[in-house]
Every structure is written in structure tokens, then in C-alpha cells.
């Protein structure tokens, strides 16, 4: 079984399916429009630059590929549109990973395009890998065939073991000048932008009693558009020495963060699946949006974290406290966490990859 991965930009979690490809020793080659940092170091000859405009010599090569999965992830740029189009025009089998689209205007020109977009997906030989349940019930809702839908949730390989809490302290002291033991610390993070909802967080971190507020930290990590109403917020509620903004992290970074906290809150009023898949294989508790993807999949309340209605920053705040006053509760839902993700690492997408290959290459031969 050979793979051919054609993306726009790399994206953290399709570089974690990538590694297992490597260490698993599975033949596979991938495509970026711009040029990745990730695989830098890797077998060149598995990584390969198109051009953002129009490339024949990209376009010929992939449409002479026979026997191997191709797989599309969007219509970034003018050359996967293309590829999309002939695609169907030439009735060639191949697959399509996305997650669920952003909601936009249904009177924009982005709406017209998404439209035919889908209608071209929708009968084309493509089948989709739908990124978790929200994607697949997206397409469903849009009457596509359900043969042509395929759940490929993002996954990660979990940690090899939970940070002590002892190593924990040590970390924090190193890292954040943080020498209280009582100090709980809280993680969030990725883009800073309204649907993310961050401003929600603070607001429920302000609610909190100044007794309780006095020992607990929140690192946000990430950047965006909101970040300077962020920083004002924080500002105009007296909490500046509660909330550290730490900015765009890479990945390593920002799972070594998330790792060594106590909780991580994920409030977005949407997103289609979502940073907690890191802290969940880190064996650290999440209080989810129910308006985000992996919360709504990956969480089960009480169990490895809670679910929470973001136009709702009391229920967050009363959600924190529980855990804060619970360290009990909190150290059982990081260890259910932790043994959950083994349900939900990058092999089950090679598992599925495997069966979809021999159904559509063994299967013609």
C-alpha cells in the first residue's frame, strides 16, 4: 500500500499520522504548497513542493499515479481545485479528508463556491474522510451517500506516561518562575479569534472568588486577531496576574505545556474538532465547548472531563471550581483521559486506510 497525501500547508495532526507511517514503515509520499518545517529533515524524497500557481508538471504527475491512495485535503489553492475537478471528470477513485466547514453566509460568494464544491464531492468517486462525528453528521445532513462517508477523527499518540505531579512543580518553577505547589494551573489555546472563544474563558476566570483566583494560573497559548482585546480584558478585570498570554508555540512546546498543567479548557463557541485531543493523550481533564468537535466526541462528563454550554461563562466557572476543590476527581478523569486515548491513536487510521485499499485495488484486479 503505498499513500499519496496532498496538502496546502502542513497541519500538526497530519504530521502525527505521517510519523506513523515512518515508523510503521508504510510507503508514502506528500505534497505541500508551501514548504513544510516538520519533515524538513526527513527522506526527501517522500517530501515534495508544488507551485501555488497553476503546475502542469504537479498536475500530470499525480494524475498519472496508479494504485495508490490519494488522498485531497481542501480546495486551497488553484492547483487541488484542479485536481478535484479531473478527478471527477475521469471518475477516479480517491479520498477527500476534511472536518466540518466553518459556518458562513448562505447569500455570500463563499456559499456559491462551497456549493459547488460539495456538489462536485458529492458526485464524484471521492469518498470522504470525515474529521469525527461532527463532519460525518455535516455531510449526512447534506444527503450525501453514507457508503461515501468515512469517520477519520484526528488522533494522536498519547504520552508515554502522565506527569507526576511532583515533576509537574519542577517544570513550573523552570518555566514559569511558579514556586507555589498550590498554584493550579490551567491551559487553553489556539487561535485567538472570536469563534474560539477565549473571552469567555476569562470572563468565567474573573467570576472566581479572590481567595480561590489568587492561586490559579491560566496560560493561553496562541496567537490571533483577538489577542490585543484579549490582553485588554484581561486588563480592565484585574487579572494580570492570573492569565499569561505565551503566544504561538510549535507543537513540541505546546504539548509539554499542556502536559504539565492541571486542566485545560477548551471554550469555543465553534470549532469543527479542536486543540483537547493533546491534553486528553496527556492524561489532563478538559472542560469542552459542547460546540466543539472533539469535546462533543472525546468527552464524557465526569468521566475524563465536562462538557459546558459556552453562552454560559457561570456554568465554566462553576465547572472549574469542582475540579480545583476535587483533586481526587481531578487525578481519576486525567488517568481515564489518559487510558481513553489508547482508543484513539493514529493506527486506527492506517487500519482503516488498509481495508479501503483492499476493497478498491485487490477488489478491480
Known amino acids: 500500500m503505498k499513500i499519496c497525501l496532498i496538502q496546502h500547508t502542513e497541519s500538526a495532526h497530519i504530521n502525527e499520522f505521517l510519523d506513523l507511517l515512518e515508523k510503521q514503515d508504510i510507503d508514502f509520499e506528500v505534497y505541500y504548497c508551501v514548504k513544510p518545517l516538520k519533515f524538513k529533515k526527513s527522506n526527501n524524497s517522500k517530501i515534495n513542493i508544488y507551485s501555488n500557481s497553476l503546475d502542469f508538471n504537479f498536475i500530470k504527475k499525480i494524475n498519472l499515479k496508479q ?190 505545556v499542556v502536559s504539565n498543567s492541571d486542566l485545560f479548557i477548551h471554550p469555543a463557541r465553534y470549532d469543527a474538532y479542536g486543540a483537547s485531543i493533546y491534553p486528553l493523550a496527556s492524561g489532563i481533564p478538559v472542560i469542552g465547548s459542547i460546540n466543539a468537535g472533539v469535546c462533543k466526541e472525546r468527552i464524557t462528563s465526569g468521566f475524563n472531563g465536562y462538557l459546558f454550554d459556552p453562552n454560559n461563562p457561570t456554568e465554566l466557572k462553576e465547572k472549574i471550581l469542582t475540579l480545583i476543590k476535587n483533586p481526587l476527581s481531578l487525578a481519576k478523569m486525567g488517568l481515564n483521559a489518559f487510558v481513553d486515548s489508547k482508543n484513539h491513536e493514529p493506527v486506527i487510521l492506517i487500519d482503516i486506510l488498509k481495508r479501503e485499499y483492499e476493497k478498491f485495488f485487490y477488489k478491480e484486479k
Open 67 to 256: 494504485n495508490e491512495i490519494i488522498i485531497l485535503t481542501g480546495w486551497m489553492n488553484t492547483n487541488l481545485i484542479l485536481l478535484n475537478l479531473i478527478f471527477f471528470l475521469r471518475r477516479l477513485n480517491y479520498y477527500y479528508w476534511t472536518d466540518r466547514p466553518r459556518r458562513i453566509s448562505k447569500f455570500s460568494f463563499s456559499s456559491f463556491k462551497r456549493l459547488i464544491a460539495q456538489s462536485i464531492l458529492k458526485y464524484s468517486n471521492a469518498k470522504i474522510l470525515c474529521a469525527g462525528n461532527t463532519a460525518l453528521e455535516y455531510f449526512k445532513d447534506l444527503n450525501f451517500d453514507e457508503d461515501k462517508l468515512i469517520n477519520f477523527p484526528i488522533c494522536i499518540s498519547r504520552i508515554e506516561e502522565i506527569v507526576s505531579v511532583e515533576n509537574k512543580h519542577i517544570w513550573r518553577k523552570n518555566n514559569f518562575n511558579i514556586n507555589n505547589e498550590k498554584v493550579f494551573l490551567i491551559t487553553a489555546g489556539s487561535r485567538l479569534e472570536k469563534e474560539k472563544g477565549y473571552d469567555i474563558l476569562i470572563k468565567a476566570i474573573s467570576l472566581i472568588d479572590k481567595k480561590i483566583l489568587k492561586n490559579i494560573k491560566v496560560v493561553i497559548i496562541g496567537e490571533g486577531s483577538e489577542l490585543e482585546a484579549l490582553k485588554q480584558m484581561t486588563q480592565e478585570l484585574n487579572l494580570l496576574d492570573n492569565i499569561i498570554f505565551l503566544g504561538w508555540q510549535k507543537i513540541s512546546m505546546f504539548k509539554e
